[in-house]
């Protein structure tokens, strides 16, 4: 049967727009390729260590690969200037961490401002902290350190994973609270801090419970006191540096975070797998065992959460006289 000439262009144009349609559906099917998530830490600590969890969960609820990128350097600026360089296109994810947001505080020369420039996407964890010592310090309790510090000052060490660090800052303010003076002494990162507090090379330190936890466990590390306001479940005879210093409190969390101007269905989408992830029985178990609680934000709250947290650690810093090394 033979079509009228103007019926068949009209068939055909019709045929052909229906081939176009999946070609351009298919790039807003995010996503598309492996995605990137870099973090400002090196391999083995804890925020790699939480980040690897929820990455493998991302990549199957995603249905493509993503890829954990170790961009450690600069107390974060590094790994949160590359993903601010990247294309807005949800294929580069930020680990926001609390030092990432401190940093726009203590470093008056950045070319960026990851509250201008990172879009807020979810929290991930709070990582409670703790002050732990070597066995070889002569003290047991943060009664005792405070009182070894002030017969020997400035002879005692305080590590921290960064300058400018939730860590740091941790110590920072137990120094001031306590009116003790301990030598600072920083690194790059969570894991090194640990490989040098377990030796002994180093006195004491405030660190995450994910890395300090299994030193603590079998004795290479003495625990002294929890930094947060309440005592923590897997140290349950481990007292608050609170009932020894009244008010004291310090905690460092992590979130993720994308450069501004990505889409918003794509932070939804995000956010969404993501806190699924947290509220997944089996994850929230893997969590528990790192000592790391759940964090679950909209987007919104997080950013809210940034402000917050930003104002708060900007004072101490200013007290404290913070400069970046």
Not at 134 to 157: R, W
Not at 172 to 185: D, P, S, W
Not at 257 to 269: C, D, F, L, S
Request: aromatic share 8%.
């Amino acid at each position: 049967m033979k079509l009228p000439r103007r019926r068949f262009l009209y068939l055909a144009a019709g045929a052909a727009a229906f081939a176009v349609v999946p070609r351009i559906a298919r790039p807003q099917s995010y996503p598309m390729r492996p995605v990137r998530w870099l973090v400002g830490y090196p391999p083995g600590g804890g925020a790699d260590t939480v980040t690897r969890i929820l990455g493998q969960w991302l990549s199957e609820r995603l249905g493509e690969q993503v890829v954990i990128e170790n961009r450690p350097g600069a107390s974060t600026n590094i790994s949160a200037q590359a993903v601010i360089n990247s294309p807005p296109d949800g294929y580069t994810l930020l680990f926001y961490s609390a030092s990432t947001l401190i940093n726009t505080s203590m470093f008056p020369n950045l070319p960026f401002d990851v509250r201008r420039d990172i879009a807020p996407v979810s929290g991930l964890v709070v990582y409670p902290m703790v002050l732990v010592a070597h066995p070889s310090v002569p003290a047991k309790t943060v009664a005792e350190l405070i009182a070894h510090a002030k017969a020997n000052p400035g002879k005692v060490t305080m590590a921290s994973f960064g300058t400018g660090s939730a860590s740091h800052l941790a110590g920072e303010l137990f120094k001031m609270m306590a009116g003790i003076n301990l030598v600072h002494v920083p690194y790059r990162g969570s894991a090194p801090m640990m490989t040098d507090l377990v030796a002994g090379q180093v006195q004491v330190g405030f660190d995450v419970m994910v890395t300090s936890l299994p030193h603590v466990r079998t004795g290479a590390l003495r625990a002294l006191g929890v930094a947060g306001s309440n005592r923590f479940d897997m140290l349950p005879d481990v007292p608050t540096i609170a009932e020894t210093v009244p008010g004291y409190e310090a905690r460092t969390w992590a979130g993720v975070g994308v450069p501004k101007g990505t889409p918003p269905e794509i932070i939804a989408r995000l956010n969404h797998e993501i806190n699924a992830g947290l509220a997944n029985p089996t994850i929230k178990s893997r969590l528990a065992e790192l000592g790391t609680i759940p964090m679950i934000f909209s987007a919104a709250d997080f950013g809210a959460f940034v402000a917050t947290e930003s104002e708060k650690w900007a004072k101490v810093i200013q007290f404290a006289g913070i400069k970046p090394e």
